[in-house]
């Protein structure tokens, strides 16, 4: 456990020193918010509610997606990473510190979010329901995660740079985070529920408010786990393999 804090403290010592990263992980959402929901939703207390759920999917899947698929990449560029992976701690306290810190960027990206939905919209969640939220916060960040490392180990750091924005956005629109439940176009209303966003936002909007999630988004959720775990751990060794053939 300490090693995985000392790494976690690493990592985020890192971002820091660049404030921008912090800053563009919570710019896109913030501004979707004010451009999409804002606007549209400010007086409506249960739209704007799932709406600002919706964007904070959007946030997480943004600080995820953007950290892990650029940050590990431009990591495998440098000397440094390369001898960590020599040490005799093994990868856990990496993999579980990198962890550490993407989820306490993850949250520090969701404030401008949740502030402008305070405060510039309707939107009202019980105490309860906040707590549910940040724990789902957590569990919905897994499959971005795994696609940012799968990204990451697979690319270098100027392709996986292109291809996390040419993933990014598919996915917010194709799964409906930019409108409210049942309100996206057919075509999007058709394919959403197979996109890992769409099961994400529903989990959030359950969270927040009286939603009934879609079996089939949820079942196609775990099956984009799996499947994006196995990516990224494939991802891994066939790099692990090239660095130490």
């Known amino acids: 456990?300490?090693?995985?804090?000392?790494?976690?403290?690493?990592?985020?010592?890192?971002?820091?020193?660049?404030?921008?990263?912090v800053v563009?992980?919570?710019?896109?959402?913030?501004?979707?918010?004010?451009?999409?929901?804002?606007?549209?939703?400010?007086?409506?207390?249960?739209?704007?509610?799932?709406?600002?759920?919706?964007?904070?999917?959007?946030?997480?899947?943004?600080?995820?997606?953007?950290?892990?698929?650029?940050?590990?990449?431009?990591?495998?560029?440098?000397p440094w990473n390369p001898y960590t992976r020599t040490l005799p701690a093994g990868p856990a306290p990496r993999f579980a510190g990198r962890v550490l810190a993407g989820l306490a960027l993850t949250y520090l990206s969701l404030l401008p979010v949740v502030i402008i939905g305070a405060t510039l919209t309707a939107a009202r969640v019980t105490p309860a329901a906040f707590l549910l939220t940040a724990v789902t916060v957590a569990v919905i960040s897994v499959p971005f995660t795994l696609l940012g490392l799968a990204i990451g180990y697979s690319l270098p750091s100027k392709a996986a740079i292109v291809v996390a924005q040419v993933v990014f956005l598919p996915l917010a629109f194709g799964g409906g985070l930019l409108s409210a439940p049942g309100d996206a176009p057919g075509f999007i209303e058709t394919i959403a529920p197979f996109l890992p966003t769409r099961g994400a936002a529903e989990l959030m909007w359950s969270a927040v408010g009286d939603y009934t999630v879609d079996p089939l988004a949820m079942i196609m959720l775990g099956v984009w786990v799996v499947l994006l775990a196995a990516l990224a751990a494939w991802a891994y060794r066939r790099d692990e393999g090239r660095r130490f053939s």
Do not use: K
Request: cysteine-free; proline content about 4%.
């Open 1 to 21: 456990m300490q090693l995985t804090l000392v790494h976690a403290r690493y990592q985020l010592l890192e971002i820091i020193r660049i404030p921008v990263a």
């Open 24 to 78: 563009g992980s919570a710019f896109f959402p913030a501004a979707a918010m004010i451009f999409f929901v804002v606007p549209f939703a400010r007086d409506d207390a249960v739209g704007a509610t799932f709406a600002t759920a919706s964007m904070v999917t959007f946030s997480v899947m943004s600080a995820n997606v953007f950290q892990y698929g650029v940050g590990v990449a431009e990591d495998r560029d440098h």
